[in-house]
């Protein structure tokens, strides 16, 4: 049968040859003895028949390249004379785009980096694939170009010079103008650095690094920003302690640029990547974090303005603030000690926070008090304030209970953050009952009737009068008016709805 499959290829008809070069493709999977010498004349013979036809636009040409593939990917005796080798490619290369051919292409181009045949024009022919993965807008065709490219990256000889222009030309196009372009640039990325060996992770990772943070920062697909940020906590996962010292010195100058806030919030953004990548082991940069984290948070205090609790704005620039205490929640989730360290971090600053005119800042700053009081035991306030001993030190429980009160009145809040607020003034209320004031009277002394909307303010004012010594009662007294302050507004808006109502004769 082998014998009668090799003649059919020498055949002048078409159905003849199309029917014989799937054959050859299909035995040479059969154990059988004669394929051994055959193999060599199937793998010439298609190639004869190739450049006979001189194109690839046949369906005899796409047969035989389909079956040529086979034969090379199958068979370790189905050798390519380098030559023939050369004139495949040319004869390839311009397929690269054609969407009808680009199978086959891919196909054949696989066999030969699988067995990793070696010419000059194969480096060439690489460079044209990389392109074709960043503009073409296929994902099918970019998942082909990826494999093959990946594979010729990983298994062919690359002089420094030339990886260091892949690598270039990778880094350039996170950039690409569509997006389905970067997402496969950053595929790519993923894969080179899971995949290289840690050596040469090491003497791109300034290169990548960089590249991915600017996507991260600036990138405005979230897809492609989710992206970045795996491939950089992969990246630092790879990286030996001196690569890993290098990145983080440029975070610590990004977070020193305080004229440059966008710098900042990257830098945060890039330090909170690297702890959830670390975990237990990011102990050997806390120090470093809670240093640039401790600064910004203090300056973002100081730039804050009290203009009530309704003044707020989607569009202040609330990043760099959120972006701060998020990472600061990381940290306290890593080592949690820092937080009950006496004067390690700025409470009061993130206190200022809690009035932040934007939702996910008030939510960040909310979330680490909660944090902090989760880990300490209930503790009356002294009249003098609580010693420089104790993490809470510098803080007044009544002015944040004040404050948590404040944002419960904002028409923003929402219910994860209703939630924290509510966790949080319990514990600040367990800690007011074990205050024993000394002018302290039950709750249920004052009773206040007030049937308007306009005796709310005046009847709390009266009450922090009555309940100053006694800051549970107040606690109480202030929530109580702002429920009874919220009922008789909604009570209001109802009826005046229901007024506005046309009249029906």
């Known amino acids: 049968m082998v014998p009668v499959i090799g003649n059919t290829l020498y055949s002048s008809n078409s159905h003849v040859l199309i029917q014989g070069l799937k054959a050859s493709a299909a035995i040479i999977k059969c154990p059988l003895k004669r394929l051994e010498k055959s193999v060599p004349v199937f793998v010439r013979q298609t ?4 450049k006979e036809i001189g194109t690839t636009e046949s369906e005899v040409a796409q047969t035989a390249l389909k079956s040529l593939a086979t034969i090379v990917r199958d068979k370790s005796n189905a050798e390519v004379k380098e030559k023939d080798l050369v004139y495949l490619l040319e004869l390839l290369a311009p397929d690269l ?175 909170g990547i690297i702890l959830d990548a670390l975990q237990a082991d990011a102990t050997t940069y806390l120090s470093v974090v809670i240093g640039d984290l401790n600064t910004n948070i203090l300056r973002s205090a100081e730039q804050l303005t009290d203009d009530g609790e309704e003044q707020m704005d989607v569009d202040a620039q609330w990043q760099v603030s959120y972006h701060l205490l998020s990472v600061l929640g990381k940290v306290i989730h890593i080592s949690s000690d820092v937080a009950t360290q006496p004067q390690k971090l700025p409470w009061t600053a993130i206190v200022a926070h809690l009035l932040f005119p934007h939702a996910w800042v008030r939510m960040a700053a909310a979330r680490l008090l909660g944090q902090l009081f989760s880990m300490l035991p209930v503790a009356a306030q002294p009249l003098e304030g609580y010693p420089t001993t104790s993490p809470l030190a510098g803080l007044d429980l009544k002015e944040i209970a004040d404050k948590h009160a404040t944002q419960l009145k904002s028409s923003h809040l929402s219910s994860t953050l209703g939630l924290q607020i509510v966790k949080n003034l319990f514990y600040i209320g367990k800690c007011f009952c074990a205050a024993k004031g000394p002018n302290s009277q039950p709750i249920d002394d004052v009773e206040v009737e007030s049937d308007g909307e306009g005796d709310t303010e005046e009847g709390e004012s009266e009450h922090e009068e009555v309940h100053g010594h006694n800051p549970l009662a107040w606690l109480f007294s202030k929530l109580s008016f702002q429920i009874r302050s919220a009922y008789i507004s909604r009570r209001s808006r109802s009826v005046n709805n229901v007024g506005s109502l046309p009249e029906h004769g």
């Not at 009808?100 to 194969?122: D, M, N, S, W, Y």
């Open 47 to 50: 190639i004869n028949i190739l």
């Open 97 to 271: 785009e054609e969407p009808g051919r680009q199978a086959t292409v891919f196909a054949i181009l696989r066999a030969i980096v699988a067995r990793k045949f070696i010419v000059p024009e194969i480096y060439d022919l690489m460079e044209r694939v990389s392109e074709v993965m960043v503009t073409n807008q296929s994902p099918q065709v970019q998942e082909l170009c990826r494999s093959v490219l990946l594979q010729f990256l990983l298994d062919y000889p690359q002089g420094k010079g030339r990886l260091r222009t892949t690598m270039s030309f990778l880094a350039k196009n996170t950039t690409y103008t569509y997006e389905g372009g970067r997402v496969s640039v950053l595929e790519l990325l993923s894969a080179i650095v899971s995949k290289f060996e840690e050596s040469l992770i090491g003497d791109y990772a300034d290169l990548l690094f960089v590249a991915l943070v600017m996507v991260i920062a600036n990138d405005d697909s979230t897809k492609c920003r989710e992206m970045a940020a795996e491939i950089v906590k992969g990246l630092f996962l790879r990286l030996d302690v001196d690569h890993r010292q290098l990145l983080v010195s440029h975070l610590r100058s990004w977070a020193g640029q305080s004229e440059k806030p966008q710098l900042i919030r990257v830098a945060a953004q890039v330090y």
